[in-house]
């Protein structure tokens, strides 16, 4: 239900700056091979892993844009 509930919402970045975004063990069943979070979101989707918040809320400041 997690991967369905993202999936619905067509995220285009889920990232933190830690690793507790996919804390688990939290596997989902694709194709009758069980899979972990990590490999869907990074493998299989392609987001990105780690963000470096404090480099982009500089940025946002600077161009005053949040979303």
């Excluded at 688990?24 to 091979?33: E, Q, W």
């Excluded at 989707?45 to 400041?61: M, N, T, V």
């Amino acid at each position: 239900s997690t991967l369905r509930c993202l999936w619905d919402r067509k995220l285009s970045v889920l990232g933190s700056d830690n690793p507790t975004v996919e804390k688990g063990p939290i596997f989902a069943v694709i194709g009758g091979v069980e899979r972990s979070l990590h490999q869907i979101f990074i493998g299989g989707w392609g987001l990105i892993e780690y963000l470096d918040l404090e480099s982009l809320a500089e940025i946002c400041q600077k161009l005053n844009r949040f979303s």
